[in-house]
């Protein structure tokens, strides 16, 4: 279990070595010496130090907001003001524990040191007692964040990230890049795309933005739209059926590929959502050229450009979705349908697929770079990066 302390000690490692590129100089709180007691009324050095040492016995993750308090505080106590350079907004960790440690302006280093101790004070109050550290679930991964298994002609990705809804990591795409090539000469006719638990998936992993690489913000967005742009990519010349059994609600990358799929079958439990406009982002996935094809230009933007959420029926009246089921009778509905389609001349299937899809090929490798070049300048600016940190520190991600 990481406690308290490590993920600050983490921060303030993070903050010495990390994106600025200079090293600063600050202590690691676990090296820190510890004593206990408090015993002025104005907090000394060593209250601060007791305090540091009461977070570290802290069982329960206090959140993001406390953590980052803390930590401009102890920077407070012991530096002094800020008086670093502003990191890059897209180095989003660095950036909220500057912000943090700047709104502090010029509080004097003993009033920071006597607010920390008394913010450890009234939080240690409310606190568990500590507990020996649990070792992590058995089976909590299991199978990986990617299953991919086959059987009866079928070949099934599952997105196996339940605990985060599905939210697809890079690791994860580029194992779904794999699957699918692999899928594309194994001797299955259809492949299937689902979710494990509650939903299909909730998309791009918002922390994959998070790691910026040493070439810095710049280099992350255009890795990312590089990958982004391959991933794509992979769908649009996958050369069987592609079938997306969405099991539950489906957001942002998972909705926009649709538009790729031969089948999408949902259960009446499934949303559709691509919420771009208040992530900062633009559509992905082919979705600007294949949405609007499908259910008129309005609609099209309603979704990709407004966010609405379309319920699985709306989503089956657009022509995203084939067939909505009962959620009680989904998969044994979806899975029967499925296994008789696999019974069909398979090289008569191949053709007629081959066929239709020829001809929009070439267009949709166009609209998929166009797009991963939008994004890759999405990726940089700070409509989408604030967006991020929200959703992020809202969570205790940073
Ligand atoms: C190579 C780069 C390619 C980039 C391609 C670009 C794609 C664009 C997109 O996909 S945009 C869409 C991005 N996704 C989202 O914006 C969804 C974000 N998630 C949510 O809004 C909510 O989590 C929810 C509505 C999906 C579910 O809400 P609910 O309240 O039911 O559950 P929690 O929020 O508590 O979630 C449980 C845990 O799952 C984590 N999580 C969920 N989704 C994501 C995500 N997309 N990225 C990262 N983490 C996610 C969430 O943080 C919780 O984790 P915790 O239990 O550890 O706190």
């Known amino acids: 279990?990481?406690?308290?302390?490590?993920?600050?000690?983490?921060?303030?490692?993070?903050?010495?070595?990390?994106?600025?590129?200079s090293p600063l100089q600050v202590p690691c709180l676990q090296a820190l010496p510890l004593h206990l007691g408090r015993t002025a009324t104005r907090a000394s050095q060593r209250d601060l130090e007791n305090a540091v040492h009461q977070v570290k016995l802290w069982k329960?993750?206090?959140?993001?907001?406390?953590?980052?308090?803390?930590?401009?505080?102890?920077?407070?106590?012991t530096e002094g003001p800020c008086n670093l350079p502003k990191p890059d907004m897209m180095d989003l960790v660095n950036k909220a524990k500057?912000?943090?440690?700047?709104a502090l302006g010029s509080l004097p280093k003993e009033t920071a040191r006597e607010n920390y101790v008394d913010?450890?004070?009234?939080?240690?109050?409310?606190?568990?007692?500590?507990?020996?550290?649990?070792?992590?679930?058995d089976g909590e991964q299991a199978g990986g964040d990617l299953v991919v298994t086959s059987e009866n002609h079928i070949t099934t990705i599952t997105f196996n990230r339940p605990a985060k809804k599905n939210a697809i990591t890079t690791k994860m795409y580029q194992d779904i890049m794999l699957a699918l090539q692999a899928a594309s000469k194994d001797d299955s006719v259809l492949t299937v795309l689902t979710g494990n638990g509650e939903y299909y998936c909730s998309g791009n992993d918002l922390t994959n933005f998070t790691d910026i690489?040493?070439?810095?913000?710049?280099?992350?967005?255009?890795?990312?739209a590089i990958l982004l742009r391959e991933f794509v990519d992979c769908f649009i010349d996958f050369p069987k059926p592609l079938v997306a059994?969405?099991?539950?609600?489906?957001?942002?990358?998972?909705?926009?590929?649709?538009?790729l799929f031969d089948l999408v079958y949902a259960s009446d439990r499934a949303t559709f959502h691509t919420p771009f406009g208040p992530l900062g982002l633009s559509p992905e996935g082919c979705s600007s050229y294949t949405f609007p094809k499908m259910m008129g230009p309005s609609k099209a933007a309603e979704m990709l450009i407004f966010g609405r959420k379309l319920t699985a029926q709306e989503a089956c009246a657009q022509g995203l979705v084939t067939e909505v089921f009962p959620d009680s009778t989904f998969q044994k509905e979806v899975w029967t349908r499925l296994r008789a389609y696999t019974k069909l001349p398979p090289n008569a299937v191949r053709t007629s697929r081959e066929?239709?899809?020829?001809?929009?090929?070439e267009r949709l490798h166009a609209v998929n770079a166009e797009e991963c070049g939008a994004l890759?300048?999405?990726?940089?600016?700070?409509?989408?990066?604030?967006?991020?940190?929200?959703?992020?520190?809202?969570?205790g991600k940073l």
């Open 60 to 77: 329960k993750d206090p959140g993001n907001e406390v953590k980052l308090k803390l930590y401009a505080l102890y920077k407070q106590a």
């Open 1 to 21: 279990m990481t406690t308290m302390a490590q993920v600050i000690c983490g921060l303030a490692r993070r903050w010495c070595f990390g994106a600025l590129g």
């Open 355 to 361: 066929v239709m899809r020829s001809k929009g090929r």
């Open 213 to 224: 690489p040493p070439g810095g913000p710049e280099e992350k967005a255009r890795t990312n």
């Open 245 to 259: 059994v969405v099991n539950g609600p489906a957001v942002g990358i998972s909705v926009t590929l649709l538009g």
């Open 376 to 395: 890759q300048q999405r990726w940089l600016s700070e409509e989408c990066t604030s967006a991020v940190v929200r959703f992020l520190s809202r969570r």
């Open 98 to 102: 500057w912000d943090a440690w700047s």
């Open 119 to 137: 913010l450890v004070s009234s939080l240690s109050a409310a606190s568990e007692p500590p507990s020996p550290a649990k070792p992590a679930a």
